[in-house]
C-alpha cells in the first residue's frame, strides 16, 4: 500500500490548498463551489461530485425552454 497512514483518496480535504485545487480541477468547479460543497454534504468525494452534478443538471428541453427557443 503506498498512501501515508490516515490518508483516506475519497475525502476532501479543503483545509489543503493543494487538494483542494486537484479536487476543483478534477470536478470541474471552483475552489468556491467545491467548499460550498463540502460544507453542504461533507467531505465524502463521491457525495460531493453527486451534489455539484445536481446543482448543474438541466436537460435539453429546460435550456431551449429558458431561451425562449420553444417553437
Known amino acids: 500500500m503506498n498512501q501515508a497512514a490516515g490518508v483516506q483518496p ?9 487538494i483542494t485545487a486537484k479536487w ?7 475552489e468556491l463551489q467545491l467548499k460550498e460543497a463540502v460544507a453542504a454534504v461533507g467531505d465524502k468525494a ?5 451534489h455539484l452534478k445536481g446543482t448543474r443538471s438541466i436537460t435539453n ?5 429558458e431561451l425562449g427557443a420553444d417553437r
Open 24 to 30: 476543483a480541477n478534477k470536478l470541474a468547479v471552483s
Open 10 to 18: 475519497d475525502r476532501i480535504d479543503i483545509k489543503d490548498s493543494a
Open 46 to 50: 463521491a457525495d460531493v461530485e453527486m
Open 61 to 65: 428541453d429546460d435550456r431551449v425552454e
